[in-house]
């Protein structure tokens, strides 16, 4: 999940949500021979001598003058004038589109919102009803293009961000393909404007219409609903196979499956229902087990595999809202339509809203007389059972084997960063590194994606955090005979280096992007791909052992996901004022890493650096450029 801007929306949007916004400025193309100088710096210390200099030999001849990078630069800067971001098509097949593993853990992020108190099933009823409601009004918003625009403050202060992806939330759905999926909108003039959304219960599904005879549901008719609703599924004698198992499996076998299911028209029309909903509701059984913070997340990333809640969920769908009847609640995103931000913000709106909800539902109930919620049917071949058995069967491999901790520091958060007069994304990312390093003794790329929302259409940037000057500052660390002024200064140095990499990235000037299309260009001019795409070098710089990404809410929530490497780990960090939460992932089948020991590693950083500000060289240097001047609380994976 990427960075996100630091948002204001005190100011009423100029460019609502949603509508064209041509005030904004098209994402800028790099020049080519600073994105070349880069992807060596970056990639320089991260490979062994020999290979970079056979690849710094293939960087030279793709940027020579007259070669075939200046060609491919000008073409470019052709599809720049074409488009309205030149790297989205491509950036959105590269990221997600093209990715055949599966949706949950290693693309899926989750947000995992407080224990809920219920007492009963008559109050997870109520707060599910109460996030319906939010969701609907949420929706209004959009729809009218009442939303307040986003605006970055800090450095780059007033700048208006591109609200596009917020239409995404309720109007997308991610269709599987054999070899590549397919986001699809609902933004036909032809069909009419969906106004159901499916609840899953007991791993059934059931249509429930937001709007009768042209009226929303109020939150005691929506209640009302979901009781008829939770009748309805726990009567065994209509339980029905448990498809939704089938969105948890690898894209291909999915695409496979769904091809068996179009098969009969019954399937097709409850395919038709899922895919134009709004959003999932899954009102979730009891999970057991204790419910600490790594339970619920895990509850949320895997449902706790087919004997759980695994069946309980559509992945494709962009937004599912999880309300447990132990309390477990939260949100799980598809991510391809939408960033961080969107979740965020999304979730909080929804939280206050419920809040207000339930305290009316108390003393309320519907006095309307309802038709009945429609369960979904499925005809289920023999064909049909065989993908099922094998989807449950890959979801628990999923799910034994996915490592995760829940780390609260608690020594100090962003506000004492902030006293030093650094970027606090820059100071725990620089921590990142020294923990891994500590751990595993050597550097590894690593992805820290930033947003360019300031960019019409615009998506996400990586920041590289593996820089050479975070290495020499782990390096120092580890060696008992360097000085504590000496490993100061280089602390100072690490954080400058991560805060300019990222200035760099969120105003369009990062290479990963530029390199994508570069790329991709190549692969519709030439007849192979040049050595520069193809080196061992290049394949290392894209397979990122460390995942990371910072995601701060005003609210008490969590965000997490998986690593997106069989031998890395995902990291998601919450700097509140005084603490720092980080959501740790890895995986058990990789003997060499572990979720606890990189947070112990963590812990261990974050207290040695604090130590080292109170050196009187770090102290005594100009400040470095604050974080707010790039990024802010409201940042946020993909994946």
């Not at 960033?339 to 419920?354: F, M, P, R, S």
Request: net charge neutral; hydrophobic share 35%.
């Amino acid at each position: 999940m990427p960075i996100l801007e630091k948002v204001s929306r005190e100011v009423a949007a100029e460019a609502p949500s949603g509508e064209e916004e041509p005030g904004l400025p098209k994402l800028p193309v790099p020049p080519l021979q600073q994105t070349l100088a880069t992807y060596l710096r970056c990639m320089k210390h991260l490979v062994p001598e020999g290979q970079f200099r056979r690849t710094q030999a293939s960087v030279q001849q793709f940027g020579a003058p007259g070669g075939l990078g200046e060609t491919l630069q000008q073409k470019l800067l052709e599809r720049q004038e074409k488009t309205v971001n030149w790297v989205a098509e491509y950036w959105l097949k590269d990221m997600y589109l093209g990715n055949r593993l599966a949706l949950p853990v290693n693309s899926s992020p989750v947000l995992v919102f407080a224990r809920q108190p219920f007492q009963d099933s008559s109050d997870q009823l109520r707060f599910a009803a109460g996030l319906i409601s939010g969701a609907l009004s949420y929706k209004a918003l959009l729809d009218s293009h009442s939303l307040p625009a986003d605006c970055a403050t800090g450095q780059l202060s007033g700048q208006a961000l591109c609200m596009a992806q917020y239409q995404n939330l309720f109007s997308t759905y991610r269709l599987p393909g054999h070899t590549q999926d397919t986001l699809v909108a609902q933004k036909s003039s032809v069909m009419p404007e969906p106004e159901h959304i499916i609840v899953a219960c007991c791993s059934q599904f059931f249509v429930l219409d937001v709007v009768i005879n042209f009226r929303r549901l109020s939150e005691g008719d929506l209640l009302a609903q979901l009781r008829k609703i939770l009748k309805m599924a726990s009567d065994e004698s209509e339980r029905l196979p448990p498809i939704g198992l089938l969105t948890s499996d690898g894209r291909s076998a999915w695409a496979a499956a769904r091809t068996a299911l179009l098969r009969d028209s019954t399937n097709r029309d409850s395919l038709d229902m899922i895919e134009r909903c709004l959003c999932l509701v899954c009102l979730d059984a009891p999970s057991g087990g204790e419910l600490g913070d790594a339970h619920r997340a895990l509850q949320l990333l895997h449902g706790g595999g087919c004997g759980r809640n695994g069946a309980n969920r559509w992945y494709d769908k962009s937004l599912q809202l999880v309300v447990g009847r132990d309390g477990t609640c939260g949100m799980v995103c598809e991510h391809s339509p939408f960033d961080g931000i969107v979740i965020v913000q999304c979730a909080e709106y929804l939280l206050k809203h419920t809040m207000k909800c339930t305290r009316k539902l108390a003393r309320a109930d519907s006095v309307s007389e309802l038709p009945a919620p429609r369960r979904l049917r499925w005809k289920c071949s023999p064909e049909i059972q065989g993908h099922l058995a094998s989807s449950a069967e890959k979801l628990q491999r999923i799910v034994k084997n996915l490592d995760l901790v829940v780390y609260k520091f608690g020594d100090y958060g962003k506000a004492f960063i902030k006293k030093q007069q650094c970027s606090p994304d820059a100071f725990i990312q620089v921590a990142l590194q020294l923990a891994f390093y500590r751990l595993h003794h050597r550097p590894v790329p690593t992805y820290e994606s930033a947003s360019i929302r300031r960019f019409r259409e615009g998506r996400v940037e990586n920041i590289r955090s593996a820089t050479p000057e975070a290495l020499t500052f782990a390096r120092a660390m580890t060696e008992a005979a360097t000085p504590a002024p000496e490993k100061a200064r280089l602390l100072r140095d690490a954080v400058h280096a991560q805060t300019e990499y990222t200035i760099r990235a969120i105003t369009g000037m990062g290479i990963d992007n530029h390199l994508l299309a570069l790329r991709e260009l190549a692969r519709d001019l030439c007849t192979e791909l040049p050595s520069v795409f193809t080196d061992e070098t290049y394949l290392a710089s894209n397979r990122f052992t460390l995942s990371t990404s910072q995601v701060p809410t005003t609210m008490d929530m969590l965000c997490c996901y998986g690593p997106v490497v069989p031998d890395g780990y995902g990291a998601c960090y919450n700097p509140q004022p005084e603490a720092i939460i980080f959501c740790i992932s890895s995986f058990h089948s990789c003997k060499e890493t572990s979720s606890s020991e990189l947070a112990e590693a963590l812990g261990t950083s974050l207290a040695d650096m604090r130590a080292l500000c109170s050196q009187p060289q770090l102290a005594e240097h100009k400040p470095l450029a604050m974080e707010e001047k790039a990024m802010g609380p409201s940042q946020g994976h993909q994946p």
